[in-house]
T-cell receptor, first 114, second 116 residues
Framework: DAGVTQSPTHLIKTRGQQVTLRCSPK?????VSWYQQALGQGPQFIFQ???????QRGNFPDRFSGHQFPNYSSELNVNALLLGDSALYLC?????????????FGDGTRLSIL | DAKTTQPNSMESNEEEPVHLPCNHS???????IHWYRQLPSQGPEYVIH???SNVNNRMASLAIAEDRKSSTLILHRATLRDAAVYYC?????????????????FGQGTILTVHP
């Protein structure tokens, strides 16, 4: 049973560029959440998708957007990249309606901005 | 968002029990207490969670204070593979306004070092 998979594992971009990160949830999960983890910090919640709609959003600018597909996979898009966007981006999946159950995380995409 | 407070770091010896404390004095009745750990170069890994009663699983035990303002994660016999950052998280599972999607709010966590 495959867990949460993310691609790519590493990415290098320059300031001003745009990036798309991808996530496939664990089998049986229908909800995808995205987190940003700066070096030495805990993950920070970006947003959550369920039924192809953004359901909850953290304190992130509109440069961060996402999408969820009918197969529950998800993309995170970041426009106009800044040096401060350098971080580990984590995807987590879960089952809607089972809030008391854990989220399962992928190993993340390491994004470096030059 | 309800906040948690954890020590920045703790140390243990291999084969000894480890008690990782967490304070959450502003916890609400619908907050579940979750513990995750994160090994270097990996995503967070679920450890255990509970609401009011103490919980046990194959990885650890969770002891929750009667007033729910604090909890303790117990690793019964630490191994070198348990060296990680441990996060205590309150997950809001309320249904106010119709829906709560239960985002996780991470703090700084506790860096656990295990000595051979």
């Amino acid at each position: 049973d495959a867990g949460v998979t993310q691609s790519p594992t590493h990415l290098i971009k320059t300031r001003g560029q745009q990036v798309t990160l991808r996530c496939s949830p664990k089998s049986g999960h229908d909800t995808v959440s995205w987190y940003q983890q700066a070096l030495g910090q805990g993950p920070q919640f970006i947003f959550q998708y369920y039924e192809e709609e953004e359901r909850q959003r953290g304190n992130f600018p509109d440069r961060f957007s996402g999408h969820q597909f009918p197969n529950y996979s998800s993309e995170l898009n970041v426009n106009a990249l800044l040096l401060g966007d350098s971080a580990l981006y984590l995807c987590a999946s879960s089952r809607q309606g089972f809030c008391n159950q854990p989220q399962h995380f992928g190993d993340g995409t390491r994004l470096s901005i030059l | 968002d309800a906040k948690t407070t954890q020590p920045n770091s703790m140390e243990s010896n291999e084969e000894e029990p480890v008690h990782l404390p967490c304070n959450h004095s502003t916890i609400s009745g619908t907050d579940y207490i979750h513990w995750y750990r994160q090994l270097p170069s990996q995503g967070p890994e679920y450890v255990i969670h509970g609401l009011t009663s103490n919980v046990n699983n194959r990885m650890a035990s969770l002891a929750i204070a009667e007033d729910r303002k604090s909890s303790t994660l117990i690793l019964h016999r630490a191994t070198l593979r348990d060296a990680a950052v441990y996060y205590c998280i309150l997950r809001d599972c309320s249904n106010a306004g119709g829906t709560s999607y239960g985002k996780l709010t991470f703090g700084q966590g506790t860096i656990l070092t295990v000595h051979p």
